[in-house]
Nanobody
Framework: QEQAVESGGGLVQPGGSLRLSCSVS????????MAWYRQAPGKQREIVAR???????TYATSVKGRFTISRDDAKNTMYLQMDSLKPEDTAVYFC????????WGQGTQVTVSS
């Protein structure tokens, strides 16, 4: 079954940046939209950013102005540029379609701490 593969996470200080990548073998155009999600310890998974096939991007209020979602359909790869990171951004980040249609991958851990 199709599964997303996320990468690019790590440990970063507050104010730092990371760029996450997501690869899916199935064409992005098979889905209405692609999205990045995150799940912090003890919390439910939440959508962080979403991008449609027409490149219309929307963001959660908590990350607007700091995160940028993009996609390269030729490579079936999606990115999340995260700037001005805050400790509250610490979570495991996942990618999937929106609504989710792909088996969830393992995600990539992002830890923001001094």
């Amino acid at each position: 079954q199709e599964q997303a593969v996320e990468s690019g996470g790590g440990l970063v200080q507050p104010g730092g940046s990371l760029r996450l990548s997501c690869s899916v073998s199935e064409s992005f155009n098979s889905f209405l939209a692609m999205a990045w999600y995150r799940q912090a310890p003890g919390k439910q998974r939440e959508i962080v950013a979403r991008i449609t096939n027409r490149r219309w991007a929307t963001y959660a209020t908590s990350v607007k102005g700091r995160f940028t979602i993009s996609r390269d359909d030729a490579k079936n790869t999606m990115y999340l540029q995260m700037d001005s990171l805050k400790p509250e951004d610490t979570a495991v980040y996942f990618c999937n379609a929106d609504p989710p249609e792909i088996s969830w991958g393992q995600g990539t851990q992002v830890t923001v701490s001094s």
